[in-house]
């Protein structure tokens, strides 16, 4: 790709009509510009998975309880998920690249005060604001280049090397964190700042000007209060619920709370004459079935990430960093094909890399009923990595083509925030059950096998893989009673 210095004016017509001129074809902003998209999401992806290996030295350093550590994880997952969908409507509304702009100067600052903060309340507080900064940050930089580079072979090739940014960084994550760790937790904090740096540098020159604001429209802001307010709960509900219960009467209020104020939010849409999510967009069959299948797929992987990790640590007594290494063929595999799972997906139809994506990673996963007390790596667990990595890259790259197809420019940040919150979502239902599965086992064996639970895990996991691939059909068919 080469780089143009203009913004989005260049797709403009050369001359009016009068002169019979021939209109120009859309220019993409170029390879360094993707490349400052990339990096943030790079750079986002490794926030998500470094913080797990320092998690016992800060446990150790800041003499938090294990109740309020794992609020360093469940913190940024409650900023990210609750603000996803405002997020993107922001984006649209208000500025693609100002919004990305803004989200990752938060993004940065808050992770140098994570890295000093000297307690454990701080570091908790640091880390919800990064994932509200995550959650605009997200929807911004997807809809800047769904809304950028040409709808066909350039859109594939972009959201290719978008989803390779996020497969490398998650794995590298994972590896840089056990490294870092092994210096400094607060080095972990420290990662994301130089890269987040870099990205405003360039960003400033190089991604495409916003339009002008009498272009937009306004914030519905009772749709944006209600439906913020209603994701937060639920979220919240999820995160707090193994320690609470799932039935508890704390769980089920909040629970209650969060359900009321998403039908609020339902209600507020119906009547809105700007609706911060248009309800034909939520009943569009192709976006139901996106958000369904994205939603299965990412909680399956996020409980095998889950249960490999605990399984490699407690049962084959792996170090953490040699845990790590053992995903790395996962994101080697994954990065390698993802930059060309765009353009497959625009050749073979997103919806057949979506079948095919899943049956791969039901594959994957159901090998991994094979683990022992003394699993070779090599003919076990490898194959199950190396067979998800095929599976994700042809997926997510097509899901992600899926959930903006025929979206049109103005709503192109809420398609995007939407996916993400389906992840976001699926990730910690998906996890909560899987890990209630496995503690039952445990219990129910006392402890004396370790594997206990696993089988059990693991067949929840390819049950929600195969629910998924149910859900593709809903992206192939489009029968005339919903909107296209």
Not at 292 to 321: D, E, K, R
Request: aromatic share 8%; glycine share 12%.
């Amino acid at each position: 790709m080469t780089q143009r210095t203009d913004g989005p004016a260049a797709a403009h017509h050369a001359h009016d009509a009068t002169s019979g001129a021939v209109p120009q074809a859309p220019v993409a902003p170029g390879g360094l510009a993707l490349l400052v998209l990339c990096a943030a999401h790079f750079m986002d992806a490794i926030d998500v998975s470094d913080v797990g290996v320092a998690l016992p030295a800060i446990q150790r350093d800041l003499g938090m309880t294990a109740a309020s550590l794992q609020w360093i994880v469940s913190a940024y997952a409650l900023g990210y998920g609750g603000f996803l969908l405002l997020g993107g409507r922001v984006a649209d509304l208000l500025g693609r690249r100002r919004t990305f702009m803004t989200a990752v100067a938060v993004f940065a600052l808050v992770s140098l005060l994570g890295a000093i903060a000297p307690n454990g309340g701080l570091l908790i507080a640091a880390r919800l604001v990064k994932g509200v900064a995550a959650g605009f940050l997200a929807p911004a930089a997807l809809s800047l280049i769904t809304t950028n580079w040409p709808q066909g072979s350039q859109r594939g090739r972009a959201v290719g090397w978008y989803a390779t940014a996020g497969a490398i960084g998650f794995v590298s994550g994972l590896v840089l964190g056990g490294v870092l760790t092994e210096v400094s937790w607060r080095l972990v904090f420290v990662l994301p700042v130089p890269i987040a740096v870099a990205a405003l540098v360039a960003g400033s020159r190089l991604l495409p000007a916003d339009p002008p604001a009498a272009s937009r429209g306004k914030i519905d802001v009772p749709g944006a209060v209600s439906v913020t307010s209603g994701l937060l709960i639920l979220v919240y509900a999820m995160t707090q619920a193994p320690q609470q219960g799932w039935l508890s009467a704390r769980t089920s209020v909040l629970f209650a709370a969060a359900a009321l104020l998403l039908i609020v939010f339902l209600g507020i849409e119906n009547r809105s004459r700007q609706p911060l999510v248009p309800l034909s967009f939520l009943t569009r069959r192709k976006t139901v079935g996106t958000n369904l299948t994205i939603f299965a797929m990412w909680g399956a992987y996020t409980s095998f990430a889950f249960l490999a990790t605990l399984y490699l640590q407690n049962v084959l007594h792996l170090t953490p960093l040699q845990t790590a290494g053992a995903f790395v063929p996962l994101g080697l595999v994954n990065g390698a094909l993802a930059p060309f799972a765009g353009r497959l997906a625009v050749r073979f139809g997103a919806h057949r890399m979506i079948t095919v994506g899943m049956l791969l990673l039901a594959l994957s996963y159901a090998l991994f009923f094979r683990i022992g007390p003394d699993t070779s790596f090599l003919f076990v667990v490898l194959p199950v990595m190396v067979l998800n990595g095929l599976g994700t890259a042809a997926t997510f790259a097509a899901l992600t083509m899926s959930a903006i197809a025929g979206v049109p420019d103005r709503d192109q940040g809420l398609a995007g925030a939407l996916l993400n919150t389906s992840m976001q979502l699926g990730g910690a239902v998906v996890l909560a059950v899987v890990t209630a599965v496995v503690e039952a086992g445990h219990r129910s064996n006392g402890g004396s096998d370790p594997l206990a639970g696993y089988g059990s895990g693991t067949g929840v996991i390819v049950a929600t893989v195969l629910a998924g691939l149910g859900a593709t059909l809903l992206i192939r068919h489009r029968p005339h009673s919903l909107s296209p």
